[in-house]
């Protein structure tokens, strides 16, 4: 089966710079990669996705790269704020309906005020 | 904007016991997802539910667990006799269709004594 893994573990930045969350998937069948943001206690919610037809997208400061031949994609977070700090996941899904998603093991994000 | 809602948030039970998780997807939803996520670690999915039958299952749904939507509305996740290595946080998630966002509930969190 699929397997996702996400690196780093704790990212730790300064307010305003920038932060990078990588994964990379092991089944090139693979082709919906969403993000989820999970807030302590808190259900996780979606806060971008990629389809393997498109290798970028971007949303205000928050993109998402896609590299399908190395399998790995990539959540860039821009002008970071405190509220941004939470546990960042990635997913990847066959993308059909009944597929269920497999997530990462979760980036802890820190926001340095 | 709608969610989708589970109940109870929290629960205790003897280890041996049965227990249901109810979740109520969005309403024109028709894929239902279960997922659980022990403390500190990833989401990992459970079964997806489509049509009134089980699309796809992990190797962790065994036959101590079962789903089913029991009306229009509700889907429920039944632990026939809980173990201590069920306690975790466990996440309802339904979504419109193929490649569509999957949107989780805020969980319940089931401890095993």
């Known amino acids: 089966g699929e397997n996702v893994e996400q690196h780093p573990s704790t990212l730790s930045v300064q307010e305003g710079d920038s932060a990078v969350i990588k994964c990379t998937y092991s089944d090139s069948a693979s082709n919906y990669f969403p993000w989820y943001k999970q807030e302590l206690g808190k259900r996780p919610q979606l806060i971008i996705d990629i389809r393997s037809n498109v290798g970028e997208k971007k949303d205000q400061r928050i993109a998402v790269t896609l590299n399908k031949t190395a399998k790995h994609f990539s959540l860039h977070i821009t002008e970071t704020q405190p509220e941004d700090s939470a546990v960042y996941f990635c997913?990847?899904?066959?993308?059909?309906?009944?597929?269920?998603?497999?997530f990462g093991k979760g980036t802890h994000l820190i926001i340095q005020p | 904007e709608p969610e989708v809602t589970q109940t109870p948030s929290h629960q205790v039970t003897q280890m041996g016991q049965e227990v249901i998780l109810r979740c109520v997807p969005i309403s024109n939803h028709l894929y239902f997802y279960w997922y659980r996520q022990i403390l500190g670690q990833k989401v990992e999915f459970l079964v997806s539910?489509?049509?009134?039958?089980?699309?796809?299952k992990s190797e962790i749904f065994d036959d101590q667990f079962s789903v089913e939507r029991p009306d229009g509305s509700n889907f429920t996740l039944k632990i026939r006799s809980t173990k201590l290595e069920d306690s975790a946080m466990y996440f309802c998630?339904?979504?419109?269709?193929?490649?569509?966002?999957?949107?989780f509930g805020p969980g319940t969190r089931l401890l095993v004594l």
């Open positions: 539910f489509y049509n009134n039958e089980i699309s796809e």
């Open positions: 998630a339904s979504s419109a269709g193929q490649s569509q966002t999957q949107y």
């Open positions: 997913a990847a899904s066959l993308g059909g309906g009944a597929d269920g998603l497999t």
